[in-house]
């Protein structure tokens, strides 16, 4: 009841294509999903961030769709850059004070040039 | 900005050692955290302090105890280091207050136990 599921383990995506990553949940207490990414050498930063009152998240070409009936979430990359070469995280966690949040397994994208 | 400084980037102890991981944040920041981090396993919650001298177990504390003497700093402890203790360590902090906030990261103590 605790996981956070996400898949692929890793992405291969070519320059100005959609990256996407899924994850789903159980626990229905979660309600705030945000994305974390990592850099090589550097520790996971948040990303963008939703909440189950609304469907869609939208952060320049960062993109969350949130489908709370099937307890599932996504992260849209748009027009994928190198750049965004990383490894991602879903989340999960409920709105108590101590901010604990639950980590989906990680997907390594690569886009290549 | 906010920033989360672990005491060391790379560390290699003897199994059996008694191992310290220091972390020092500077934004006042009531709740700390420790997780590790394996490849196709993802973050895994050791420990977390919501505020001075007070810790809660994670998924994974066996092994590991932690301190919070000083609220900018958190100390992860291995009494007795073992190999399968080889991995990447992240600290992080967060407010405590109101709506979810972001959760800062330092850049992590690779660990190996020989």
């Known amino acids: 009841q605790q996981q956070v599921k996400q898949s692929p383990q890793s992405l291969i995506v070519q320059k100005g294509g959609i990256s996407i990553i899924n994850c789903a949940y159980e626990?229905?207490?979660?309600?705030?999903f945000p994305w974390y990414q990592q850099f090589p050498g550097k520790g996971p930063a948040l990303l963008i961030a939703?909440?189950?009152?609304?469907s869609e998240k939208k952060e320049g070409r960062f993109t969350i769709s949130f489908n709370k009936s099937a307890k599932q979430f996504s992260l849209h990359i748009m027009d994928s850059q190198p750049g965004d070469s990383a490894t991602y995280f879903c989340?999960?966690?409920?709105?108590?004070?101590?901010?604990?949040?639950?980590f989906g397994t990680g997907t390594r994208l690569l886009v290549s040039p | 900005d906010v920033k989360v400084t672990q005491s060391s980037r790379y560390l290699v102890k003897r199994t059996g050692e008694k191992v310290f991981l220091e972390c020092v944040q500077d934004?006042?920041?009531?709740?700390m955290f420790w997780y590790r981090q394996d490849p196709g396993l993802g973050l895994r919650l050791i420990y977390f302090?919501?505020?001075?001298?007070?810790?809660e177990k994670g998924d994974i504390p066996e092994g590991y105890s932690v301190s919070r003497e000083k609220k900018e700093r958190f100390s992860l402890i291995l009494e007795s280091a073992s190999t399968n203790q080889t991995s990447m360590y992240l600290c992080?902090?967060?407010?405590?207050?109101?709506?979810?906030?972001?959760?800062?990261f330092g850049d992590g103590t690779r660990l190996s136990i020989l």
């Open positions: 626990n229905t207490a979660f309600d705030y």
């Open positions: 992080a902090s967060t407010t405590g207050a109101g709506a979810p906030q972001p959760q800062h």
């Open positions: 934004m006042d920041h009531e709740n």
């Open positions: 989340a999960a966690s409920k709105n108590t004070g101590f901010q604990k949040l639950v």
């Open positions: 939703i909440r189950p009152d609304v």
């Open positions: 302090s919501y505020d001075v001298k007070m810790k």
